[in-house]
T-cell receptor, first 114, second 110 residues
Framework: EPEVTQTPSHQVTQMGQEVILRCVPISNHLYFYWYRQILGQKVEFLVSFYNNEISEKSEIFDDQFSVERPDGSNFTLKIRSTKLEDSAMYFC????????????FGSGTRLTVV | EDQVTQSPEALRLQEGESSSLNCSYTVSGLRGLFWYRQDPGKGPEFLFTLYSAGEEKEKERLKATLTKKESFLHITAPKPEDSATYLCAVQAYNNNDMRFGAGTRLTVKP
């Protein structure tokens, strides 16, 4: 069964550093998403991406964050000047159409900012 | 503002003891209501999408139903492997994101 692949599975970074989280969505999917889940809290929407541009973003997704699809297969989330409160699981997801049939989520990257 | 409330927060069942999880929602124009299963340290795994009141979907021991205000996930004769957190999420017509509830943590004891 097709999968969304995320790397790395765990990333530890010093406060103030930049991190790039990587995702390979399912190949025939057109919509891509980033969500995060702080330990013990809800899964929160960050951003959606379609046709090589951001289609929607939440209030969490400020200038500290950016997304990119550098080639035909990868989808990245860059977090600049990381803060302690950025520590969370970051999930990438993809879907064929906008929401219909549900999203396929990756296994996540656990980001720990120290 | 779109809201999703799940209850109970946690549920402990004996193997074979059927029960239901609730998801109450408020959304301006429901495009879809989604149920996911999440195991510890993993991403949500898609179970069902429901689009309109009265719709029902089934998969093995799980059955999801939808009204205009809430959705239920019925679990019939659960097994220990059904233990997980079950997440409900809604998507509205006027935006592209999916808003999740806090989940119900289900434990099924043998």
């Amino acid at each position: 069964e097709p999968e969304v692949t995320q790397t790395p599975s765990h990333q530890v970074t010093q406060m103030g550093q930049e991190v790039i989280l990587r995702c390979v969505p399912i190949s025939n999917h057109l919509y891509f998403y980033w969500y995060r889940q702080i330990l013990g809290q809800k899964v929160e929407f960050l951003v959606s991406f379609y046709n090589n541009e951001i289609s929607e973003k939440s209030e969490i997704f400020d200038d500290q964050f950016s997304v990119e699809r550098p080639d035909g297969s990868n989808f990245t989330l860059k977090i600049r000047s990381t803060k302690l409160e950025d520590s969370a699981m970051y999930f990438c997801a993809s879907s064929e159409a906008s929401g219909r049939g549900g999203y396929t989520f990756g296994s996540g990257t656990r980001l720990t900012v120290v | 503002e779109d809201q999703v409330t799940q209850s109970p927060e946690a549920l402990r069942l004996q193997e074979g003891e059927s029960s239901s999880l609730n998801c109450s929602y408020t959304v301006s124009g429901l495009r879809g209501l989604f149920w996911y299963r999440q195991d510890p340290g993993k991403g949500p795994e898609f179970l069902f999408t429901l689009y309109s009141a009265g719709e029902e979907k089934e998969k093995e021991r799980l059955k999801a139903t939808l009204t205009k205000k809430e959705s239920f996930l019925h679990i019939t004769a659960p097994k220990p492997e059904d233990s997980a957190t079950y997440l409900c999420a809604v998507q509205a017509y006027n935006n592209n994101d999916m808003r999740f509830g806090a989940g119900t943590r289900l434990t099924v004891k043998p």
